[in-house]
């Protein structure tokens, strides 16, 4: 990019006040426009461009802005929402940090109000992929000084602040730690989302959010930070009641929304403000109306705590005086009354009308949560998912250490479906997301997966009972190892089974299922307990994620080996694994289909399953087989009763079965006392029944061949015998269990098709 010679000013390259409000709007569309002579219609439409409007002598031709550009745009769109008046002209923006005429850097978003400037860089991806950004860091470490200069040479003593803002891209937590080392914002799309989300909501007082969480803890110039306030306490804790103008109370007040913007404070508890509803406070407050009821706070007191001037009269444990509030961004957490406070932010009323407050003391991220869902507890403000969600948080840093365990696995479930680093970003329903074809996985899958492939292990309430495979004295620890783990290994899968990820849950998939992937991390969990077990001084606590990662890949390519081979009937049957065993059933296959491949894998209970499996195919294939004959016993009989009436045994049944038929009738009614004895019919075998149906070719066509011949086999060379193939093969497997002897799996699925086929699907029209 060639930059043209900047002004003598950074003001002289900034985007002039008055012009923002429409530049926020060309930069929000997703299109780029160009107005045009009628002639050059053809010309542009080869380069991409489409007619979007015909105006008296020119048209306005459309086009998808390049996916950096409209990041771009949507991150400066965003902090002209957010109240930053000051920013740049468009791309060719440049700040020096140098001496030289060449050491000046391009900037793509520069933002500036009276008291904050940021200094934005953006990278964008179409698509999602980890980055590291080490030339983006050590760019802004090298040149930070100098920009600094430059900005402080016109701007004063403005607070600055450096942004890597990033789209489509997953961090790491090494690299997250040394984007905060820089002294540099990292914001993902996510994160830009959010703030253009609540700046919609809350127009410019969404600033206030922002401030609080880029400086945190410094202080906020020309504050008035004293009230008159009664110092007590409940429950247990200290508390301050007062009365103060909105207006102050933005500036230190800050919202734990559930977002990627809080992430680093969880556990967080508040639902996004909602417009409508700030509208109706803005409303109801300029016609007159006030709230008699308190805003809930937690006011952050520092290490030395609040400075609290009491004046000389007590009543008992009560005392009034001046309270000094904190001076700084971010010091009081609103658990209660967001909406009540924000609506203040659009009123006319918002720097003369005192609002009453209750602000407790430093209250711990888990305390406020408690007491949010007990403010809440009796009205409909928090959804069953996000409570169960805000239960997780709350359970997390828990003294009962199998409740930590419990919410571990949800954590860990969210952050699979939440991080950008993760193979499942995007697939995993977490709070109130709706369910797609796509994100199709529930947490409840993946935490069972969690649950059962022996990572974390499982507690009493004060002691380890038995230590998992993963769990590293802190859930902290666990966490962040197990997740570099699980991602690492369910991408492995990914990129080699990379269309079955691109399969919805309505397009055929059967590998990002809820069985599959509760599958797989089991999977993952088994390969980290076999490789302990092959050598007693490999220790996967001790081993960094990377390293049992790369122990475990031959197993996973193994796995991998066996599910893209599947023919796709084989496929459909994972797929159409059902119930409450199905889970464990996917499982098992793939343990089954490593050890086949790697003979020294035997994870406990394989051996135990897969016999108790094959008898359980036996006991299930001689129930569908004397179905099978049941059903065929009535149903041949009515047949030829139908034709033949009352001598439909003698004129429907060959003459050398009706022979054998009497003499084992005679036989078995020997020792038969009178009513229980059994008739001709009675002593025919299954096979029998299709002599009795291909005897002739007229009694075929007349009263079998629709019923009998199986889906597909309309016009199977061979005619009625090889039609008619299938009862012979029943009646060998008849014989198998009858013996004792092995039904395979495709002799138990060959049942299962016919079972459904001929017993679940007939109809009246076949009777």
Request: proline residues 4%; hydrophobic residues 35%; neutral net charge.
């Amino acid at each position: 990019m060639i930059l043209p010679p900047p002004g003598e000013l950074i003001r002289d390259n900034l985007m002039p006040g008055k012009g923002v409000l429409a530049e926020t709007r060309k930069r929000l569309s997703p299109d780029q426009f160009q107005t045009v002579p009628p002639t050059r219609i053809s010309e542009l439409e080869g380069l991409g461009w489409v007619l979007d409007k015909r105006n008296k002598s020119t048209v306005r031709m459309r086009k998808a802005k390049p996916h950096d550009a409209a990041f771009e745009d949507r991150v400066w769109a965003t902090f002209a929402k957010l109240g930053f008046t000051s920013l740049n002209k468009n791309r060719l923006f440049t700040l020096k940090y140098g001496d030289g005429d060449g050491e000046r850097q391009q900037i793509d978003v520069f933002a500036a109000d009276d008291d904050v400037i940021l200094v934005v860089e953006c990278k964008s991806t179409v698509e999602t992929r980890t980055g590291q950004f080490k030339k983006e860091i050590e760019a802004i470490q090298g040149q930070r000084a100098g920009i600094l200069r430059t900005i402080k040479n016109e701007y004063g003593k403005h607070k600055v602040k450096f942004i890597l803002a990033t789209n489509n891209y997953g961090v790491t937590k090494p690299t997250t730690d040394r984007i905060a080392a820089a002294d540099i914002i990292h914001m993902s799309d996510d994160v830009i989302d959010y703030y253009l989300a609540l700046a919609d909501h809350l127009g410019v007082a969404a600033r206030f959010q922002l401030l609080g969480n880029l400086f945190s803890g410094q202080k906020i110039p020309n504050l008035d930070h004293e009230v008159v306030a009664i110092e007590a306490s409940m429950g247990g804790h200290k508390y301050y009641s007062f009365s103060i103008e909105p207006d102050r109370l933005l500036k230190l007040g800050y919202i734990l929304h559930r977002s990627k913007a809080n992430s680093s404070l969880m556990p967080t508890y508040q639902r996004l403000i909602k417009k409508t509803r700030l509208k109706s406070v803005a409303q109801f407050v300029d016609s007159g109306g006030y709230f008699p009821n308190s805003l809930i706070l937690s006011l952050e007191g520092g290490p030395r705590g609040l400075q609290f001037d009491a004046f000389p009269k007590v009543n008992g444990q009560t005392r009034a005086g001046l309270l000094h509030l904190p001076q700084t961004f971010r010091a009081a957490y609103v658990i209660d009354g967001q909406h009540r406070l924000y609506g203040y932010s659009a009123s006319t009323r918002a720097t003369t009308d005192l609002i009453p407050v209750v602000a407790f003391v430093s209250l711990s991220r888990s305390a406020q949560m408690r007491m949010f869902m007990d403010v809440n507890e009796n009205q409909q403000a928090v959804p069953k998912n996000l409570r169960n969600t805000l239960n997780a948080d709350l359970l997390y840093a828990s003294e009962d250490l199998r409740e930590q365990a419990k919410a571990l696995k949800l954590v860990l479930a969210q952050r699979l479906g939440e991080d950008k680093v993760s193979p499942l970003y995007g697939r995993v329903q977490v709070g109130e997301d709706s369910k797609t074809p796509l994100r199709c996985l529930t947490i409840d899958a993946v935490a069972r997966g969690l649950d059962r492939g022996g990572f974390i292990g499982t507690f009493t309430k004060t002691e380890v009972k038995e230590i998992g495979t993963f769990y590293r004295g802190t859930n902290d620890a666990t966490c962040d190892a197990l997740f570099e783990y699980l991602a690492l290994g369910i991408g492995h899968v990914r990129e080699h089974l990379n269309l079955q990820h691109k399969l919805g849950s309505a397009d055929g998939g059967f590998v990002f299922i809820n069985n599959g992937i509760e599958s797989i991390i089991r999977i993952l969990g088994d390969i980290v307990i076999h490789l302990a077990a092959q050598d007693g001084d490999y220790d996967p606590r001790q081993q960094d994620p990377q390293t049992l990662y790369e122990d475990a890949v031959p197993y996973i390519d193994s796995m991998i080996e066996h599910l893209s081979g599947l023919e796709p009937a084989e496929g459909l049957e994972y797929r159409q694994l059902y119930g409450s065993g199905a889970g464990t059933k996917y499982w098992r296959r793939l343990q089954q289909a490593i050890s086949e491949a790697r003979a020294e894998f035997d994870p406990p209970g394989l051996a135990e399953y897969l016999r108790d499996e094959q008898k359980q195919f036996n006991d299930e294939s001689r129930d569908m087989i004397d179905e099978l004959e049941s059903f065929m016993k009535h149903d041949v009989r009515k047949r030829l009763q139908d034709k033949y009436s009352s001598d439909w045994f003698k004129l429907g049944v060959p003459r050398n079965l009706r022979v054998e038929a009497g003499k084992m009738m005679v036989e078995r009614n020997a020792d038969r006392s009178q009513g229980e004895e059994i008739d001709e019919w009675d002593c025919l075998y299954i096979v029998n029944y299709r002599d009795v149906m291909i005897q002739t070719q007229d009694l075929w066509q007349e009263l079998f061949e629709k019923r009998y011949t199986p889906p597909g086999d309309e016009n199977k060379a061979g005619g009625r015998k090889a039609r008619t193939s299938w009862i012979a093969t029943v009646s060998d497997l008849r014989n198998d269990v009858a013996h004792q002897r092995t039904v395979s799996v495709d002799d138990h699925d060959f049942l299962t098709t016919l079972h459904t086929w001929l017993v679940k699907g007939q109809t009246d029209n076949d009777l």
